[in-house]
């Protein structure tokens, strides 16, 4: 058996050998000329590899997609800014809110904040003036402001809604401004916003990418409880209802995405040829 395989691989090379005998000159020139467009082709291919290696490009898509994770950093941010001005909130990182001290913040049936929630709400302003121009960059190139984190370009800010609730109690009072616990929880949204507003003027000139106003009013009237009780009209939990709530939702940075799948496409269309 050994020597019948000798025997076929002799013979195998004997043809190779009288194939190449027999290739004419421009036969061989056409070998070395194929050969040498594959290796211009691999090296395209191997140059745009580099580039999907070094730019990290699945990386920098999986950052387009996390914008969860940006406002996530943004709340945290928030939080401990304001744990340093001796203010503690609860932050819920999945809905995007962050949950003001409710104790003491609003008296029943009022929308003006108590003299302690409105040094709350000056905190509060202080902060979303040192916080939120880091997260509403529009291009790459933007220089975030001083002491900022270092964050995601590829989302950013969207809007940020001053969000106000109520307890259970309808609203009764003297006709005029409020009517029920919709009028009231919209007022003491209203209420934060101007109070925020009036601690620093940059807070009225935030934009987002779209020029729109950055900051935002809602009201929720008594839909939303702060904790899910039995007995909604015990006092401490009337308290807790009565808050403010601030709600922050992002958006795809469209500048800084354009840019970098601008880039991508000038790096597809030089290998473009070889997958057509």
Not at 26 to 51: G, K, T
Not at 180 to 192: P, V
Request: glycine share 6%.
């Amino acid at each position: 058996m050994a020597d019948l395989m000798v025997g076929v691989i002799f013979i195998f090379i004997i043809l190779l050998i009288g194939l190449a005998l027999h290739l004419q000159p421009e036969d061989v020139q056409r070998l070395r000329d194929r050969n040498a467009q594959l290796e211009a082709e691999n090296s395209r291919l191997q140059a745009f590899a580099r580039y999907v290696r070094d730019q990290q490009m699945n990386a920098l898509f999986a950052r387009i997609a996390a914008a969860n994770e940006t406002r996530a950093q943004m709340l945290a941010d928030m939080r401990s800014r304001l744990h340093v001005l001796g203010i503690e909130v609860m932050i819920d990182p999945t809905n995007g809110t962050l949950k003001l001290p409710a104790g003491g913040l609003f008296l029943a049936g009022q929308a003006e904040p108590t003299p302690q929630g409105r040094e709350t709400i000056r905190k509060l302003g202080e902060v979303l003036t040192a916080t939120l121009p880091c997260y509403t960059r529009v291009r790459s190139s933007d220089h975030p402001p001083a002491g900022c984190p270092e964050i995601n370009i590829y989302s950013t800010l969207s809007s940020a809604y001053i969000e106000g609730h109520t307890d259970v109690v309808p609203f009764v009072g003297p006709t005029g401004r409020f009517r029920d616990n919709w009028d009231l929880s919209a007022g003491r949204a209203i209420e934060t916003f101007k109070l925020l507003r009036e601690t620093d003027p940059l807070l009225r000139d935030l934009r987002n990418q779209d020029g729109d106003v950055l900051l935002g009013v809602s009201g929720y009237a008594e839909t939303r409880p702060a904790v899910h009780a039995e007995d909604r009209m015990k006092e401490a939990v009337r308290d807790l209802d009565r808050r403010i709530e601030i709600r922050l939702t992002m958006t795809a940075n469209e500048a800084a995405v354009r840019q970098a799948l601008e880039e991508l496409n000038r790096q597809l269309e030089v290998v473009n040829d070889l997958i057509r």
